[in-house]
């Protein structure tokens, strides 16, 4: 294999893992919070990539893309609303269930309304513009998904570390009790954690969905899976963790794909979760939590 088609795929990779970023960054975030592995997250995604096709068919693309942000932001803030506040004092088993019922839910609606069958996703022109850099070539969302996902990385930093709201989201993660009793208003703040997460997924959609050209209501269960691995892989919590994993999956999917073991690129991420596991629970960037007594 030469040099030029390894950086061709590590190209590729680079954009495939800059969108599992975004969506790592949902499952790192709302589990920073609540504890809560919220594994609706990938079908959130999902439904961002329909909302996309459904606006973009009556409306000019800048103003389709900003309705898909809006909306799925919402859904996300309205699924906590409706499926997790409920049981913010209930086990912690209770919330993940209702979890793992909102993903079905999601998966089974837009099954039900869109059908199964494949939907294609619409061309904007200008993410599929070719750019030529020497012998490499690559897609301008090639180019500009690691960009936008630096760039979102950076401003989420700078809201978490710098404002007060970031200062509640990092209290509230410490200790939700004393971060209550302190007169932090909680569910502000999840319902802030909430809508992040989804409008990162949001983005990552577009991102993902503009180089794979179709949807089907199935799109969200690997892509999701895969995030979540990202997550813990990074240290599930760390939100810079989220994003070098969402990375280091893409690029070596991408590879594995390209010396012709596509068969085992999926397999590989959750070998990769199994080890992870086993050798450092944390993750790579996470902290190891003592329990007061």
């Not at 499952?27 to 459904?54: C, E, S």
């Not at 950076?154 to 009793?181: C, H, P, Q, Y």
């Not at 012709?260 to 902290?287: C, H, K, N």
Request: proline residues 4%.
């Amino acid at each position: 294999m030469s040099m030029t088609t390894i950086l061709q795929h590590c190209l590729t990779g680079i954009s495939l893992g800059g969108a599992y970023a975004l969506i790592a960054i949902g499952y790192t975030l709302v589990y920073g919070i609540l504890r809560l592995i919220n594994f609706a997250h990938g079908d959130i995604f999902m439904m961002a990539g329909y909302f996309m096709i459904f606006s973009l068919a009556s409306m000019p693309w800048p103003i389709a893309i900003i309705v898909t942000l809006v909306v799925t932001t919402l859904m996300g803030v309205g699924i906590e609303r409706i499926a997790y506040k409920p049981l913010r004092s209930a086990p912690r088993m209770s919330i993940m269930i209702s979890a793992i019922s909102v993903s079905y839910l999601l998966q089974n609606l837009a099954t039900y309304l869109f059908t199964a069958i494949p939907r294609g996703y619409p061309e904007i022109p200008f993410l599929k513009k070719i750019y030529h850099i020497g012998d490499l070539s690559a897609s301008f969302v090639t180019l500009l998904t690691p960009i936008i996902t630096i760039v979102l990385v950076i401003v989420l930093m700078i809201l978490v570390n710098k404002t007060k709201t970031g200062m509640a989201m990092r209290a509230v993660s410490k200790d939700f009790e004393t971060a209550k009793l302190m007169g932090i208003n909680i569910n502000g703040v999840i319902s802030i954690t909430f809508a992040i997460g989804s409008f990162l997924a949001a983005v990552g959609s577009i991102l993902y969905f503009t180089d794979r050209m179709s949807v089907t209501p199935f799109s969200g269960t690997l892509p999701g899976l895969k995030c979540f691995v990202a997550a813990v892989f990074g240290g599930i919590g760390n939100i810079p963790g989220a994003v070098i994993g969402g990375f280091f999956i893409g690029i070596v999917e991408t590879l594995l794909v390209a010396l012709g073991y596509s068969t085992f690129s999926d397999a590989f991420t959750f070998l990769l979760l199994i080890v992870m596991l086993l050798v450092r629970p944390t993750g790579l960037f996470g902290e190891k939590t003592v329990e007061k007594v």
